[in-house]
């Protein structure tokens, strides 16, 4: 059985954060982060890999005003 972790290191130490982001055009201007992303990382070398988060329009609204 083939052993999986970290493609650039090897290594098994692994982590994960929320992050939004803005997008182009007036969401950029207004500093709207309606893009989210799970990021999975390897904590021995840094090596990132970047998941879209699936949410809600109510959600998004909700972000608009708490954010």
Known sequence: MEKKG??????RDADQKK???TGAGLSKL???????FIVVYCK???????YKKKS?????LLDLFWD
């Open 6 to 11: 970290c493609i650039k290191c090897g290594s």
């Open 44 to 50: 021995d070398c840094g090596y990132s890999e970047f």
């Open 19 to 21: 992050v939004a982001m």
């Open 56 to 60: 809600s329009m109510g959600m998004n």
């Open 30 to 36: 207004m500093d709207v982060q309606h893009n989210q």
